[in-house]
C-alpha cells in the first residue's frame, strides 16, 4: 500500500513539475516574434492522464498554436504589410496557472513527507 502512495505523490510531483516549466516557457516566449504563423511558439498546456481504473498514469503536454498579427514595420522580421506574428499569451492566465502548480506541487510535498514520517512512527511501534 505505502509503494502505491509513494508511487502516486511522485507522479503527482512530476506533473506539477511539467506544469511549472510549461507555464514558465509560454511566460518566456510570450513576445517570441515570427515573421510567418507557421513560425510562432506553439504554447504549453499539461494535463494529468489516467489509465485503468482511474489510475494516474502520467501527463500529457498538449502543444497550441494561438497567433496574433501584430504592426510593427520597422521590425526586421515583418512581412510586407509590416506585421510580425507572435503567440497568443496571457501573461495573467499563465501566471495563475504557474501558482496553481506551484501550490499543488507544495501539496505533494507535504503529503509525501506526511507518509515518510507516518510510516516511521509505524516501525517504532514494535520497539
Aim: proline share 3%.
Amino acid at each position: 500500500m505505502a509503494d502505491g502512495v509513494y508511487q502516486v505523490t511522485m507522479q503527482g510531483l512530476a506533473t506539477e513539475r511539467a506544469r511549472i516549466d510549461a507555464a514558465n516557457s509560454n511566460i518566456a516566449n510570450m513576445n517570441a516574434v515570427a515573421s510567418t504563423p507557421a513560425g510562432v511558439y506553439q504554447s504549453q498546456t499539461v494535463v494529468a492522464t489516467s489509465g485503468f481504473n482511474a489510475q494516474l498514469q502520467g501527463y500529457e503536454v498538449i502543444r497550441e498554436q494561438k497567433v496574433k498579427a501584430v504592426h510593427q514595420p520597422d521590425h526586421p522580421l515583418s512581412d510586407m504589410n509590416g506585421v510580425v506574428y507572435m503567440p497568443d499569451i496571457d501573461l495573467a492566465n499563465e501566471m495563475l496557472r504557474l501558482n496553481m502548480a506551484s501550490r499543488a506541487y507544495e501539496a505533494n510535498i507535504r503529503a509525501f513527507n506526511s507518509i515518510k514520517e507516518m510510516n516511521g512512527k509505524a516501525l517504532e511501534i514494535g520497539k
